[in-house]
């Protein structure tokens, strides 16, 4: 069974930093792409970063610069570092984990994470 758990969620104020970790068990993330979304209330859940099995890593625009993904495989750990909050990027953070699985893909998702940033 496959189970994503994020943690490192947490209010803080605008210009702070917030560690996100993403565990995983069930899946080995070095062999999956690997991501991060986000979503804010009344919007849709949009994609933040991800990291592919080669560790080529894309960012959304929004973020460039300021966020960092990275992946610990000893731990089976993704992370997303963010740095230079703004309140917009306020919203609840989601690992997602997408797997080959027959002639597609699955995806797999954890709980998710509230991030608030106060102006």
């Known amino acids: 069974q496959v189970q994503l758990v994020e943690s490192g969620g947490g209010l803080v104020p605008a210009g702070g930093s917030l560690r996100l970790s993403c565990a995983a068990s069930?899946?080995?993330?070095?062999?999956?792409?690997v991501s991060w979304y986000r979503q804010a209330p009344g919007k849709q859940r949009d994609l933040v970063a991800a990291i592919t099995t080669t560790g080529r890593i894309n960012y959304a625009d929004s973020v460039k610069g300021r966020f960092t993904i990275s992946r610990d495989n000893a731990k089976n750990t993704v992370y997303l570092q963010m740095n230079s909050l703004k309140p917009e990027d306020t919203a609840v953070y989601y690992c997602n984990a997408r797997a080959a699985s027959g002639l597609g893909h699955r995806d797999y998702w954890g709980q998710g994470t509230q991030v608030t940033v106060s102006s």
């Open positions: 069930g899946i080995i993330f070095s062999a999956n792409v």
